[in-house]
């Protein structure tokens, strides 16, 4: 079946960076782009940017410019999302989504992936 | 912050209709961008439930309906259940901002 399988949780100190895998599986993998998705404790969802894997062309939110880098490793069907100079206010949960194709919007979404920035 | 906005919060009791709004602008809603509504439960990932402004992916119950007009967009559900409490989203396409991608603010949905 399709799933998206997301890498687990993370500590991290403000100012480092964090790295995040969603591995697919069940589809095509270089067929659907992916989207990066997070949400703060109790907030709502923020979109982050979006990676096709079938070139690696990205688009990213003009929040995150500069400090995120998506990527992909077609040989294992892998993106990866890293997120630098962490701060206290990237504490979330980190979603893989990918973009349907027949049906649109974000159709499979992978588990979640939770990180928390502390001193 | 969100361009789309919704209400907070909405209830019904069991069996009842109600209703979420997503009132967006001229750049994405107005624009004709597809509005999508997502699902999410208590401690779990969203979920696609309403796509293209008005499909339903496979398996969501038909209860759930979705519609689009001018520069909003609304969510139905009819016959509330129990299991139907969780926070629902819409997402569109915005052509104004490098957030290209835009999530509404969320609405809980209580049954009472």
């Known amino acids: 079946q399709v799933q998206l399988v997301q890498s687990g949780a993370e500590v991290k100190k403000p100012g480092a960076s964090v790295k995040v895998s969603c591995k697919a599986s069940g589809y095509t993998f270089t067929s659907y782009y992916m989207h990066w998705v997070r949400q703060a404790p109790g907030q709502g969802l923020e979109w982050m940017g979006i990676i096709n894997p079938s070139g690696g062309s990205t688009s990213y939110a003009q929040k995150f410019q500069g400090r995120v880098t998506m990527t992909r490793d077609t040989s294992t069907s892998t993106v990866y999302m890293e997120l630098s100079s962490l701060r206290s206010e990237d504490t979330a949960v980190y979603y893989c989504a990918r973009e349907g194709v027949s049906v649109y919007g974000m159709d499979v979404w992978g588990q979640g992936t939770t990180v928390t920035v502390s001193s | 912050q969100s361009v789309l906005t919704q209400p907070p919060s909405v209830s019904g009791a069991p069996g009842q209709r109600v209703t979420i709004s997503c009132t967006g602008s001229?750049?994405?809603?107005?624009?004709?961008?597809?509005v999508h509504w997502y699902q999410q439960l208590p401690g779990t990932a969203p979920k696609l439930l309403i796509y293209?402004?008005?499909n339903r992916p496979s398996g969501v119950p038909d209860r759930f309906s979705g519609s689009k007009s001018g520069t909003s967009a609304s969510l139905a559900i009819s016959g509330l259940q129990a299991e139907d409490e969780a926070d629902y989203y819409c997402q569109s396409y915005d052509s104004s901002l490098s957030a290209h991608y835009v999530f509404g603010t969320g609405t809980k949905v209580t049954v009472l």
């Open positions: 001229s750049s994405n809603i107005g624009a004709g961008y597809d």
């Open positions: 293209g402004n008005s």
